[in-house]
């Protein structure tokens, strides 16, 4: 089994939520995890998903 850390795109904490510089760090991320064979996922709050 493989355990891999992403870390969150650049945060916006102002708003609750990412920046533009965050967006594009997050579809960066998609475009290589959707390569993957991923089981599961796992969040911040702990939710499978």
């Known amino acids: 089994m ?3 850390f ?3 795109g650049d945060p916006d904490y102002a ?3 990412i920046t533009e510089r965050g ?3 997050a579809e960066a991320l ?3 995890v ?3 064979n ?3 996922f796992f969040d911040g709050a702990e939710n499978v998903v």
């Open 30 to 32: 998609v475009s290589r």
């Open 23 to 25: 967006r594009v760090e």
């Open 15 to 17: 708003n609750d939520t």
């Open 6 to 8: 992403i870390r969150h």
């Open 2 to 4: 493989k355990l891999i």
């Open 34 to 36: 959707s390569k993957w």
């Open 38 to 40: 991923v089981e599961k």
